[in-house]
T-cell receptor, first 113, second 113 residues
Framework: GENVEQHPSTLSVQEGDSAVIKCTYS??????FPWYKQELGKGPQLIID?????GEKKDQRIAVTLNKTAKHFSLHITETQPEDSAVYFC????????????FGTGTRLTVIP | GAGVSQTPSNKVTEKGKYVELRCDPI?????LYWYRQSLGQGPEFLIY????????DSGLPNDRFFAVRPEGSVSTLKIQRTERGDSAVYLC???????????FGSGTRLTVV
């Protein structure tokens, strides 16, 4: 089965700086890589996703890059704000195959005002 | 509805009791998923429904766990003879089709005492 590793487990940045979270996956058949933000007491919220037919996707301050050869993908948050503070999870799956998401262990991001 | 709704939000039960957790997916979403999240961990897959049938139940930990989705909409996760190790947040998610990313509910926090 798929194995997703995520680093770092905690990350503190000053407001306005950038934050980068990295994940690796093991199954070359995986073709869908979402990122979720989870705030205390809430379910994971999808913030951006990327499919294996593209290498990069951007949505305002958030971008994701995918390197299929190396089997890794990264989340980039620019101009961080205190409300970006949360736990972020990466995940991988084969859509229309197994469909179940395999999650990383999470990164607790703290943005210091 | 506008989002995935899970009830109850919190459930405390005694060891050995039976519990039912309910999930109302987004209207029209054919795919429904159950995940379990322990403290400090990423969500772990339990079961995936496509319509009324369980397309993949490989994540259910043992035969005390069972889930149904009789009309292809609302789903119920049933846990028999609960154990303290079952304590976790149980998350439900739905997606429009098997090719789409999913939306999570806020979860049910189950505590077995």
């Amino acid at each position: 089965g798929e194995n997703v590793e995520q680093h770092p487990s905690t990350l503190s940045v000053q407001e306005g700086d950038s934050a980068v979270i990295k994940c690796t996956y093991s199954d070359s058949a995986s073709n869908y890589f979402p990122w979720y933000k989870q705030e205390l007491g809430k379910g994971p919220q999808l913030i951006i996703d990327i499919r294996s037919n593209v290498g990069e996707k951007k949505d305002q301050r958030i971008a994701v890059t995918l390197n299929k050869t190396a089997k890794h993908f990264s989340l980039h948050i620019t101009e961080t704000q205190p409300e970006d503070s949360a736990v972020y999870f990466c995940a991988a799956t084969t859509l229309n195959g197994a469909n179940n998401l395999f999650f990383g262990t999470g990164t607790r991001l703290t943005v210091i005002p | 509805g506008a989002g995935v709704s899970q009830t109850p939000s919190n459930k405390v039960t005694e060891k050995g009791k039976y519990v039912e957790l309910r999930c109302d997916p987004i209207s029209g979403h054919t795919a429904l998923y159950w995940y379990r999240q322990s403290l400090g961990q990423g969500p772990e897959f339990l079961i995936y429904f496509q319509g009324t049938g369980a397309a993949d139940d490989s994540g259910l930990p043992n035969d005390r766990f069972f889930a149904v989705r009789p009309e292809g909409s609302v789903s119920t996760l049933k846990i028999q003879r609960t154990e303290r190790g079952d304590s976790a947040v149980y998350l439900c998610a739905s997606s429009k089709t098997a090719l789409d990313g999913y939306t999570f509910g806020s979860g049910t926090r189950l505590t077995v005492v």
